[in-house]
């Protein structure tokens, strides 16, 4: 008995020491993984050293990857060692299917395998691929496309009863959606979307590539519809302050004048939409693509064969949290109800006002205005 206790304990010496040595051999190397989680019971993405009381992505994704011997484990309570950067810091709640992470790891065996291993099932790493040493995912990053997921009852008009589970979204309701959120393509100061940004601040312009709602589908009984936004980059709140106000608008609570008025230096109320249905679907390396893509050295960074996987995920653990927490806690629901409560209205002579500054900014900019007879 003795001898096999102290053959257990060469063994487990001997692993350790073969590990050690692994990582010996195992030079750090600049890579970036495709990540796919459902955000709920998450502080959102970004860790905060020193912070235990929130849970984070980045929580669970660290201490992987010390666990699978991916890193050592002074660069899990230091990033900077390991050149960690995401691509976007999703919100608290908010769920991914294509976040991209870039860091410097030991690229051990069965790397990927090891590090989910030691995930919770709805955190999955979907694909690596080896990058240029210099590369940093958020700042190589041209675009982001984001979507969110609603119930269709949210585009209700305000004075109709409506039964959540019978509704049904028509087709003119959608047109008429979808011209407003056309709306949002181009350049605009986004100022209103977001908090701590002022009118003049140059950081609240931001360029809308395209945005639109898909064909209603129906889930468990109840019709929800999928909004995709595709943007160079996203504020804080941005994007759900930008469905929040055409929901405002379509159900009869503001005018769709808001929109100019919002583009411009006066603060305008936006209601900012539950965090729930947001998902990051895509991040786009284009530039990086036509630079480094086909140098023989590196890879593209796009995931064609690992989008079935993406797809599975989005099927087994994003879509049904949406849809589940929806009926069980009824936040879209719960926050149509206040929006009585916010003020969309303003003075006469601030419309006017407003008018001329929202004129001056979009001949700047060279929108289209986005007026009644803009396509």
Sequence with gaps: EENGHQNKRLKSNADEEDAEDQNKKSP?????????????????????????????IEDDLVSALVQSGCIPENHGEDMKKMSFQRCARTDKGVSAAGQIVSLKVRLIDDILEKINNHLPSHIRILGLKRVTGGFNSKNKCDARTYSYMLPTFAFAHKDHDVQEELYRLDTETLERVNKLLACYKGTHNFHNFTSQKGPRDPSAKRYIMEMYCGEPFVRENMEFAVIKVKGQSFMMHQIRKMIGLVIAI?????????????????????????????????VHFEKYNRRFGNDGLHEPLEWTEEEEKIAIFKEQYIYPTIIDTEREEKSMANWLNTLPIHDFNSSAVEMQTNNKNSKKSSDLEGSDGCGDDSD
């Design 28 to 56: 750090k190397r600049k890579i970036v993984l495709l990540m796919a989680y459902s955000g709920k019971g998450y502080h959102g993405m970004q860790r905060n050293v020193g912070s235990s009381q929130f849970k984070t």
């Design 250 to 282: 379509v159900k009869g609570y503001a005018a769709e004048s808001i929109m100019e008025r919002s583009w411009g230096e006066e603060k305008v109320d936006v209601p900012k939409a539950p965090g729930l249905g947001l998902v990051l679907e895509k």
